[in-house]
Each structure stands twice: as structure tokens, then as C-alpha cells.
């Protein structure tokens, strides 16, 4: 029996976490590369969800007109830092051009496929850690204040319909019944039965890394300088050998990327949140999404987050944590329970890409790296079906799914 192959995972975000905990599984020696601590980045600060519902790219037929809106409010759902034009202009023109109907189709049609491998990888990936305690079937509650705006988020509910995706309507006092607390105001709800929850993101990512290291992956808190062929090379100067590399770097991904002959256009998509004590939201259990405002209520095993927002900015850009405060302000009003005292608050990059697709693939100079990030706000819910496919691409095996529109030179 010959040596194991050796693969080395850079980034340790809940990403390159499951792609590591896989690795391990079919018998890898795996090293993981982390630059800062485990989790560092949106891994640690997200909405705990596993939205397996959500197949609905951003970018999508209308979003012009509702950008211009955004882009002239700073501190709006989503909205663009003027100053870092320059850096991200080209990532902007190519999420319009995504929003094509045509675009627009065919990424749900991937995102759905990504969803139901996510779905029925994840309790593998549980079972292998023993973190099934850490996750549960809650729901999610989508929430409307004008019929107008429900009637038009259901025609989007039914192209989740067509890929099996099951869901509730709640109209009336139907809804305030089903879940109490909410302002007056909320005529329908939409109800994603399916979605599931990690009781805090943080501990499920430190969870997992305890569980790598029972399992002989080493830890490397550096900086990676390059990656080539065949080699990788630390800021400190020391060179690792491998047979295969991965990169999962979140959005530091597109330096890596770069190096090797592709400028993936991905950016850092800033989300903010603040998470606040257990007792000010008594009995909350579903999570509540706000999608007119562009944030969620969570529950967690810690606390009741609230978070979401979509700025645009150069990754390196001092948060903006007015953005919280708007958001607790809305949230004060839209639930009127809600204590909004004695929040931490927190800002964090998701790794975004323009067609809301990540990129999962070989490298087309350097067929030993394998790339795996982009997931903007989807990475723990995907981390699983990423895993796996990572996993077949490096045994050379047919991907579980077509990933051909994933590959890193689409755009």
C-alpha cells in the first residue's frame, strides 16, 4: 500500500474546514493553511443558516432599477462605496449583465443542483464529526408588508417549486398566529420548511477544526505568498509540497487566483450583524428574514442575531457600523418585542461573485489546484456539496453534478 496523497487546503473558513473534514474521510493527509485564527472571516459572524431554500441569485431581472435606488442610500440593503469604484466597477457591470433573464435562469438552475447535493451530503459530514447536536430543522420565515411585494416574491417561490423546494403560505392573521411578535404591519409570510440551523457558526467551525486535528491535519497560521504547479510558498519563506493544492481562501481567493492566470472577478461583500442576548427575543425559533430590508432575526445557542446588508468595498476598508445600527433600528420596529440592548456588533466579507455562483474547479494553467470559494452568502450551507465535489475532482471521478458552469474561466 503506497503513501496517502497529500493535499493542502488554504483557508480555514467553514469551506476549506469541510473540504479537509472530507479529505480526511476518503483517506488524504491533509494540511490546512489558515492566515489568522480558524473561522476568521464571515465563517464566523453569518446567519447560522443551512438555506437550502435559497436558489435565488441576487442579480436577477429588475435589479437596475432597484440599484439605482440603493446605490444613492450608503447605508441601504445594498449599497456601493463610492470611493472603491476603481476596484470593484468591473465586478458591478458583470452582476448586471448576470441579471439577464437567460443568466438569471440558468444560475437557479445550478444553485438548485448545488442546494440538493448540500442537502444530502451535510448529514455525512455530521455524522463523520459527530456534530449532529449542532444543527437543527427550524424553518424560515419570509415576511412581507404589502401585498404587492408578496404576490411578487411568490412568482420567484415558484421557481423554487420546480425544484422541489417546499414551502408554506401564511396570509392575515394566519401568520401573526404562527409566529407572534411581529409588527401589525406584516400581511403574508412565506415559510421555507426545510431550512435548517447551526446553533452559533463559530462553534460549528471550531468543532470541526478540534475534530481535523484528532484526525492528524496540521494547522499552518501563515500567509500564503504564492501557489504554482507544484509547489506553495508561505510569507515566511518556507515551501510546502503536495500533490494537490485547494485553494478556499474566501475572498483573499482572487490573489491566489491571479497568480495562476485568472482574475476571477470576486470581491469581499460586506455584511454586518449584531448579536444580542438570548433573552431579547423569548421563544424565537424560526429565522425571520426581512428581505424588503435586506436582514434576518436568528435564533442561536448564544443569542439572537440580526444581520445581513450588501455593501460593496475594497477589502481592507474600515467597517461602517452605522449599517448595525440602521438595521436594530429597523428591527426594533418591525418586531416590537425585540430588546435591542447589549448587542456586539460585527463586519465581515463574504466571498461574492457576480452570478452569485462560486467557483469549483481545476485551475486551467495548473491542473493540481483545485479552486473552491465565491460562495458569497451561501458558503456554510454549501460547504458540504463543495466538499464532495472537491473530493471527486481530486480522485479524478465524475462530479456528482455538472460543473462546467462553475469553472473559473466562465466570465
Known amino acids: 500500500m503506497g503513501k496517502p496523497e497529500t493535499v493542502v487546503v488554504i483557508g480555514g473558513g467553514i469551506i476549506g474546514l469541510a473540504i479537509a473534514e472530507k479529505l480526511v474521510s476518503v483517506g488524504k493527509k491533509v494540511t490546512l493553511i489558515e492566515k489568522d485564527s480558524i473561522a476568521a472571516g464571515a465563517s464566523q459572524g453569518n446567519a447560522a443558516g443551512l438555506a437550502f431554500s435559497d436558489i435565488i441569485p441576487l442579480a436577477s431581472p429588475g ?22 469604484l476603481p476596484v470593484t466597477l468591473n465586478w458591478l457591470l458583470k452582476f448586471l449583465k448576470a441579471a439577464h433573464p437567460a443568466q438569471f435562469r440558468r444560475s437557479i438552475d445550478v444553485q438548485a443542483a448545488l442546494m440538493h447535493l448540500s442537502k444530502d451530503t451535510f448529514p455525512g459530514l455530521l455524522e463523520r464529526t459527530g456534530l449532529s ?18 404576490k411578487a416574491d411568490l412568482k420567484k417561490w415558484e421557481f423554487r417549486k420546480t425544484h422541489n423546494i417546499a414551502y408554506d403560505c401564511y396570509e392575515g392573521d394566519a401568520l401573526h398566529k404562527f409566529q407572534p411578535g411581529l409588527c401589525p404591519s406584516f400581511v403574508a409570510g412565506i415559510f421555507a420548511t426545510e431550512w435548517q440551523s447551526v446553533s452559533n457558526p463559530m462553534d460549528f467551525c471550531a468543532a470541526i477544526h ?4 484528532t484526525k492528524g491535519v496540521e494547522t499552518i497560521y501563515e500567509e500564503v505568498d504564492r501557489v504554482s504547479e507544484g509547489s506553495l510558498v508561505l510569507k515566511n519563506g518556507t515551501t510546502l509540497q503536495a500533490d494537490k493544492f485547494v485553494v478556499a481562501a474566501g475572498p483573499w481567493s482572487a490573489t491566489l487566483s491571479r497568480q495562476l492566470g485568472d482574475p476571477i472577478p470576486l470581491i469581499g461583500e460586506r455584511g454586518y450583524n449584531t448579536t444580542l442576548p438570548k433573552s431579547a427575543f423569548e421563544n424565537l425559533d424560526h429565522t425571520l428574514v426581512f428581505s424588503d430590508h435586506g436582514f434576518v432575526v436568528v435564533p442561536l445557542s448564544n443569542g439572537i442575531r440580526v444581520g445581513g446588508a450588501s455593501e460593496i468595498a475594497k477589502l481592507g476598508r474600515a467597517a461602517n457600523y452605522k449599517r448595525c445600527k440602521i438595521m436594530m433600528a429597523k428591527a426594533s420596529k418591525l ?14 466579507a463574504r466571498p461574492a461573485i457576480p452570478d452569485t455562483l462560486p467557483v ?22 454549501q460547504s458540504s456539496a463543495t466538499a464532495q465535489l472537491v473530493s471527486e475532482l481530486i480522485d479524478n471521478k465524475q462530479p456528482s453534478i455538472d460543473i462546467n458552469s462553475l469553472r473559473a474561466d466562465r466570465f
Not at 432597484?66 to 446605490?71: C, M, N, S
Not at 478540534?210 to 486535528?213: A, I
Open 210 to 213: 478540534t475534530f481535523l486535528t
Open 133 to 150: 447536536s449542532m444543527v437543527r430543522t427550524n424553518g424560515a420565515l419570509h415576511l412581507y408588508q404589502s401585498d404587492a411585494s408578496y
Open 360 to 381: 469549483i474547479g481545476p485551475a486551467p494553467s495548473a491542473r493540481n489546484v483545485i479552486y473552491a470559494f465565491g460562495h458569497g452568502h451561501l458558503g456554510l450551507t
Open 63 to 84: 435589479i437596475i432599477k432597484k440599484a439605482l435606488k440603493w446605490f444613492l442610500d450608503p447605508l441601504g440593503p445594498f449599497a456601493v462605496v463610492p470611493q472603491d
Open 335 to 348: 418586531v416590537p418585542n425585540l430588546k435591542v440592548s447589549d448587542g456586539v456588533e460585527w463586519m465581515g
